[in-house]
């Protein structure tokens, strides 16, 4: 795409402003998007109460000392399958894809047959790779660990879920592209329950190896729970020997752009872990637990990004990237709005809320304190996580091939790995956090001013001044919010006031600045239609 604008894909499917939805249509589309965002947004907070409660598991099991550490090191192995196969990458790659197919009105099951086969020939070589080199993996990752065998250990475990990752994020986005929802949200549910599971019944008898296996289980769950609806959507047994054809590929020109970004996104956590290996033990579990709490915000601000992902991937087929365009401006808007208003909690009530999550069993006090101020300065780069997740979809969305988003990406994470090098030896695993949060600012900047060259065109300055406007509402807010939190003793009361004052004065602020909290559909705008 150049400046914004693509020539249909298909001129019967060119819904352009000359023959507009009727309103009955609108209504319909814009009512069943929230009522997919609701069932989505339940499922998806019950799944990440379900990894918060996994996180509780292996706290309270293991609490945050060297084993931990290792088990950790061996996470980095699902973290980043999590990233780069279920996602980004095949999400970025498959959903245009399956969207442009739909959109055509063309069968899908070609399209199955042509990618399915040599995908799993391809994770089932990775995972084999992963295990047999699982002590030289962690050798890299972490140098200066002290439990360099139990890693590997945990990694040989861990490294399965290449494979099952793998299937689970094309069911997903195969499932996503039919605007399926429900389900691609579920599989975060059947895998936490089943690390819990395994933590809890094997972890007196194996440590924390059961951990390892708990992920190693809970990835063939995610798959499991996709495949009934999978076979429904596509039919491939029954179209099977009907259709001809091998479908459409997917080159190399456009997987290697989609691949080496999100491989870069992912690397931020190989970064951080190398950088914490050779500090006191436990700098990496606080990282990692400061980390899953303050990202919460995130998971939720990016559910309604994934769900619209579709909806602008179908446009750009048809052709309506004006269309496009506005889906895009609500969504970076409406995605900024609940980042920050968690934000302002996260950094409000840090110490109460890890305390509430986590202080119990191995968990001490002086956990409690050293995740707790991590994960303030985490929280410093919430908005620019959020942005590069909403952002780099429009990018992907029309499936053709661009490099800028992985050239962003790369630059963030150069910026990461100096500020990490520079601060690590100073502040420890709070200049990584620090580190962290400058790179993937300086992505979300890039791929921000990249809006309109290379993908579609939005009011691109008027956005950075509302983002700038809800960032000053939200440090009003967290300042008003932290004062309140201090001010109540027990740590449930001082939670529920610090948010209630984070929230109130929040959307004051944004109201006094002149910016909406609530992003409204412009006069004219239309909704995006399969």
């Not at 609940?338 to 950094?347: I, Q, Y």
């Not at 968990?363 to 991590?374: N, R």
């Not at 500020?419 to 900047?445: E, K, P, R, S, Y």
Request: glycine share 8%; charged share 15%; net charge positive.
């Amino acid at each position: 795409m150049k400046n914004g604008h693509q020539a249909p894909a298909h001129p019967a499917l060119d819904d352009g402003p000359e023959r507009p939805p009727d309103a009955g249509r609108r209504r319909h589309a814009e009512r069943s998007l929230a009522r997919t965002t609701v069932i989505t947004g339940a499922i998806t907070a019950c799944a990440a109460l379900l990894g918060l409660a996994r996180d509780q598991t292996v706290a309270h099991l293991f609490g945050a000392g060297p084993e931990t550490d290792a088990f950790l090191v061996s996470w980095t192995v699902p973290e980043f399958a999590s990233t780069l196969l279920i996602e980004d990458a095949m999400a970025l790659v498959l959903v245009p894809a399956f969207s442009l197919a739909l959109a055509r009105r063309e069968p899908v099951q070609a399209l199955v047959r042509a990618t399915l086969p040599p995908l799993l020939g391809a994770l089932a070589l990775l995972t084999v790779v992963l295990v047999l080199a699982a002590a030289w993996l962690v050798a890299v990752l972490a140098p200066g660990l002290p439990e360099q065998a139990l890693a590997a250990d945990c990694t040989r475990l861990t490294a399965t879920c290449a494979f099952t990752f793998g299937l689970a994020g094309y069911c997903s986005a195969v499932l996503r592209a039919h605007r399926s929802f429900a389900l691609p949200a579920a599989i975060y549910v059947a895998y936490n329950l089943g690390i819990i599971a395994v933590a809890l019944t094997a972890g007196p008898h194996w440590g924390v190896r059961a951990a390892a296996a708990g992920v190693a289980l809970g990835g063939c769950l995610m798959v499991l729970v996709q495949l009934p609806a999978l076979r429904r959507r596509v039919r491939l047994r029954e179209d099977a020997g009907r259709l001809g054809g091998t479908g459409p590929r997917l080159g190399i020109g456009l997987l290697a752009p989609v691949i080496v970004f999100a491989a870069g996104r992912q690397s931020q956590v190989l970064v951080e872990r190398f950088l914490a290996a050779p500090l006191p033990a436990g700098a990496i579990s606080h990282l990692n637990y400061a980390q899953k709490v303050a990202q919460m915000p995130m998971v939720l601000a990016m559910m309604l990004c994934t769900i619209t992902f579709p909806v602008i991937a179908r446009a750009l087929a048809r052709g309506d990237a004006e269309a496009a365009g506005r889906r895009m401006e609500r969504d970076l808007m409406l995605a900024a709005v609940v980042v920050l208003t968690g934000a302002t909690t996260v950094v409000a009530c840090a110490p109460q809320i890890v305390e509430i999550l986590f202080q119990r069993g191995a968990f001490d006090a002086d956990d409690t304190v050293a995740t707790a101020s991590v994960m303030r300065v985490y929280a410093l780069g919430l908005l620019g996580h959020t942005l590069v997740g909403a952002l780099v979809r429009s990018y992907f969305s029309a499936a053709r091939p661009t490099w800028y988003p992985a050239a962003a990406m790369a630059a963030g994470l150069a910026a990461n790995v100096l500020a990490g090098l520079a601060l690590a030896h100073v502040w420890g695993a709070h200049g990584i956090a620090a580190a962290n949060a400058f790179g993937i600012t300086v992505t979300a900047v890039l791929l921000l001013r990249g809006l309109g060259r290379y993908t579609v065109t939005v009011a691109t300055r008027q956005i950075a001044g509302r983002l700038a406007r809800l960032t000053a509402a939200a440090l009003a807010a967290t300042g008003t919010g932290w004062a309140a939190a201090a001010f109540v003793g027990p740590p449930v009361l001082a939670v529920a006031a610090g948010a209630a004052a984070c929230t109130g004065v929040f959307l004051a602020a944004g109201r006094s600045l002149r910016v909406a909290v609530i992003p409204l559909p412009r006069k004219r705008e239309h909704a995006v239609h399969s």
